[in-house]
């Protein structure tokens, strides 16, 4: 029987013998590319904690020790360890989470995918036990990606004030987010990680002074009593134990003996510890740790053997940005490109390539990108700032204050928007059209395929008395939608614009197909409507109103939560302007969606034109 196979929790990973261990890491990595190689997910990322992980479920004590992980998508090998070893149907609908899951077990806590809130999360936690008399430890582990975030750095601030806390940082150091980290704490992590000369002078001196008669001794604990000045001149790690935090390391995260060693040292010490966890992304798996562009950070199906692509994806929404983006980059020289950790990913790279004094790439830190961007916008550039739809969370008062109150002329590029499919609750992007309907003078755009991606950039950067926003989904774009006609800047894709309609539908970007097919179906049962794209879909254009007056009801489909959005919009527009015609809303519904393809979300939620029909068909 394989050592995996006898794992079924914690408790057995303690009572293995440490002569077994190595074989438990390799069959740990074999299962990993095998199993992710069928499903896709986070590979490389779990190649390089398997040791971490290992010594930290043999030290701590899960679940009565709270293990946090920062991000989430680093947890596979901790899965592993607390008996979940069927990966099947990992990130797939009714498989395992490729996040932290509390459904899943109790070893699970922080399920939230967005990066640099695994000290806040332990700090609480930590204070909890002791004001509940609990003698139970929280332990942080997070990337040196994510502790670019400044979250992370507030949670530092009040860990450090807190001297007898029971919390362990572990940092695990790959050098890497996606890409490699960047940024002065990059540069700080990278000293502390190539000066170990304070180590080999301390251990020399130890050795020889120990060695010398009479003096020897009492000369080493003078020399060891100047520790700390040591440190500094060597590795100057004082930035941490400056704030009150002790640091240990760096500790070479692929011998386990030493990670384990640390961690027992951390747990012992009585107040917070930072252990300084050196990894290397892919660790095992020549074509992930051979992989430049993110060391298969995360991968589509693959073959294990080669490490290619089982699956050709066809030309993405991304992509059509990235090209648009390129060509406009060399055309106006005022036009600057700002991303959070994720610049391949939206598309930034060839941008970058062509002109990288005018791309910033600010680590985790949303927050800064926005009020950065109306710093750019200020003196003179267009910033367009492109992340994920997910992450403009956490930037809605940066968006808020900083952009709009300003009139700042700042563009945002929301990728992966509306349903995502495999990774889950917190990487949908369904609640970007909610935050952004708050904001005054905000003009938001949702292209229907790569065309109007290109065309609606182009019309972005030419705004400069406000933000705007384009968002589109993740995967293979769209087929192109030919407009039949333009009423007043509103593309109409099925219907008669000079017949008043039965419905008038209003297609939010991705679901302008889902809207087509529902007016097909309409009209083969006799009912008349008009389908139209209005593109630039906040503020609602007066034009539509218009059309609305003469229209008995109003449909919006958009792939944007219920509440709020362009549908309630479009509901309080016409409810302002005295239309009395009625307005069906179809989008997502107002809870947290579980992982599954973007299909099987559309058809559990009721976003496919069969069942928008038969809710229609009953007032038609």
Not at 20 to 32: G, H, K, P, V, Y
């Amino acid at each position: 029987m394989a050592v995996l196979e006898t794992i079924t929790s914690p408790a057995d990973l303690k009572r293995l013998p440490e002569e077994l261990l190595d074989t438990l890491a390799q069959e740990i990595r074999s299962f990993l590319v095998a199993e992710v190689s069928r499903s896709g997910g986070h590979l490389g990322p779990n190649l390089g904690v398997v040791e971490l992980t290992i010594a930290l479920h043999r030290v701590f004590d899960s679940p009565d020790d709270t293990v946090v992980f920062d991000t989430g998508h680093q947890s596979y090998v901790h899965k592993l360890l607390t008996g979940r070893q069927d990966f099947s149907a990992l990130r797939t609908r009714g498989g395992l989470s490729g996040y932290p899951s509390r459904a899943e077990s109790e070893h699970d806590v922080v399920e939230n995918s967005h990066a640099s809130t695994s000290l806040s999360w332990a700090e609480g936690i930590a204070k909890g036990y002791r004001l509940r008399g609990e003698e139970r430890h929280a332990v942080a582990v997070i990337g040196d990606g994510a502790l670019t975030g400044g979250m992370a750095w507030e949670a530092l601030n009040n860990i450090a004030a807190d001297k007898d806390l029971p919390l362990v940082i572990v940092v695990n150091d790959n050098e890497r987010s996606y890409a490699p980290t960047i940024g002065g704490l990059a540069d700080h992590l990278a000293m502390l990680r190539t000066n170990r000369q304070y180590e080999q002078v301390l251990d020399w001196g130890k050795d020889k002074l120990n060695r010398t008669p009479v003096v020897g001794r009492a000369a080493y604990q003078a020399f060891h009593s100047m520790k700390k000045g040591a440190k500094d001149f060597w590795a100057p790690q004082g930035m941490f134990e400056d704030l009150g935090i002790k640091y240990l390391g760096p500790v070479d995260g692929h011998d386990e003996a030493s990670v384990e060693q640390a961690l027992r040292r951390a747990k012992a010490f009585g107040g917070p510890v930072l252990v300084h966890v050196i990894t290397q992304k892919g660790r095992g798996y020549e074509h992930a740790v051979g992989d430049e562009a993110d060391q298969f950070h995360a991968v589509g199906k693959i073959n294990p053997e080669t490490g290619l692509p089982l699956e050709i994806a066809g030309r993405s929404w991304t992509d059509e940005f990235g090209d648009e983006m390129l060509a406009l980059g060399a055309q106006r020289p005022d036009v600057v490109a700002i991303t959070a950790a994720m610049m391949m990913p939206v598309g930034l790279q060839p941008f970058a390539q062509a002109h990288p004094d005018r791309i910033f790439d600010v680590g985790i830190a949303e927050q800064h990108a926005t009020t950065m961007a109306a710093g750019l916008a200020f003196a003179g550039m267009h910033p367009v700032v492109a992340i994920y739809a997910t992450f403009l969370n956490r930037a809605f008062d940066q968006l808020l204050m900083d952009c709009a109150m300003h009139k700042a002329g700042v563009t945002f590029v929301l990728d992966r928007s509306g349903v995502t499919g495999p990774d889950g609750a917190s990487h949908h992007g369904m609640w970007d059209m909610s935050l952004a309907s708050l904001v005054p003078g905000l003009r938001l755009a949702a292209p229907r395929d790569g065309h109007q991606i290109r065309v609606a950039l182009r019309e972005a950067v030419d705004v400069e008395d406000g933000p705007t926003l384009i968002r589109f989904p993740k995967g293979s774009v769209a087929d192109p939608i030919e407009a039949r006609a333009v009423v007043d800047g509103l593309d109409v894709l099925a219907g008669d614009p000079e017949v008043d309609a039965e419905i008038l539908l209003v297609a939010v970007g991705s679901m302008a197909g889902t809207a087509t097919t529902v007016a097909e179906k309409l009209a083969a049962e006799g009912h008349s409507a008009l389908v139209v794209d209005p593109r630039w879909v906040l503020p609602v254009p007066a034009a539509l109103v218009d059309l609305a007056r003469r229209s008995g009801r109003v449909a919006v489909i958009e792939d944007n939560n219920v509440s709020g959005g362009v549908g309630a919009e479009v509901s309080r527009v016409l409810d302002e302007a005295g239309v009395a015609a009625p307005v069906h809303r179809f989008g997502l519904p107002k809870e947290f969606i579980d992982h599954a393809s973007r299909a099987q979300v559309l058809e559990s939620v009721g976003l496919t034109p069969e069942p928008i029909v038969e809710r229609l068909r009953a007032h038609l």
